[in-house]
């Protein structure tokens, strides 16, 4: 496989088609509740082979574009609020860009994030039912407690390459500190600059990104659209929980068994 940057001429080959499709399929069930989408585009990469030094950084870009357009279509629905979203980012985006430089054996690592994911899951399913009824006692966090979170999530975002939203989104909830409806833009906002963030911390690893980035943005691209649609338009409050924990799911079965 050639992993040099080629012009728009050159044949694209059958496995690099193939996760475009997947990469669509994870953008859109990703950000029907404020995600991009890149344990989905690591999992992915992984079942087709890809190399593994470039699948991170790869995730990352994707989650960049995807993590854009969440931010927009969720702000301009009204279901972000950036006042609880500032003290996170501010101490995440330095913990991400270190993350990011940081390589952690996979044996380690993989197994403890699955299974909190998949733990977080359970805990989303089980309480789908009654999200109405807990969105009303939501509370703010104590300025001390969002600044520690946004560390912690900051150097989980860029270690793991998935700009840390599969980590917030379900605190947040538990904690109750933000509505349901206003977690998908408060996650996609948090993604997008920790991607980033981790994006840059570990460029310098790699001397190009995928000949195939262009056709897999477009895909991502189109994903996000239709998820983003879904997530602001279409989804309950109980719907919107019960997306959220088939993505966890997902993530957490990619960290334990890929």
Not at 27 to 39: E, I, M, R
Not at 130 to 138: A, E, H, I, L, P
Not at 174 to 187: C, E, H, K, N, Y
Not at 221 to 234: E, M, P, V
Request: charge should be positive; aromatic fraction near 8%; charged fraction near 10%.
């Amino acid at each position: 496989m050639l992993w040099r940057m080629r012009w728009w001429g050159t044949l694209t080959t059958m496995e690099e088609l193939s996760l475009a499709a997947l990469i669509f399929v994870a953008a859109a069930l990703y950000s029907s509740v404020g995600h991009a989408g890149a344990s989905g585009y690591l999992a992915a990469m992984a079942l087709l082979g890809f190399a593994p030094e470039i699948m991170r950084p790869t995730a990352l870009a994707l989650n960049v574009l995807v993590a854009l357009i969440a931010m927009y279509r969720y702000t301009r629905a009204k279901q972000n609020d950036i006042t609880l979203l500032v003290p996170f980012v501010v101490t995440s985006i330095p913990f991400a860009f270190v993350g990011g430089m940081i390589h952690v054996p996979g044996a380690y690592y993989k197994p403890l994030i699955g299974i909190i994911l998949l733990l977080s899951a359970v805990q989303l399913l089980r309480t789908a039912r009654q999200s109405k009824q807990k969105d009303r006692t939501v509370k703010r966090p104590p300025l001390a407690a969002a600044l520690a979170t946004g560390m912690g999530l900051g150097l989980l975002a860029g270690l793991s390459g998935t700009g840390g939203g599969i980590f917030l989104s379900p605190l947040l909830l538990f904690m109750g500190w933000a509505p349901t409806r206003q977690v998908s833009g408060i996650a996609a906002s948090f993604i997008l600059v920790n991607s980033i963030s981790g994006l840059l911390g570990n460029v310098s690893s790699i001397q190009v990104l995928p000949s195939a980035l262009p056709l897999w943005a477009i895909a991502a691209l189109g994903g996000g659209l239709l998820g983003t649609h879904l997530g602001t338009r279409t989804l309950t409050v109980p719907g919107i929980r019960t997306m959220l924990a088939l993505v966890l799911v997902i993530a957490g079965g990619k960290m334990l068994f890929t």
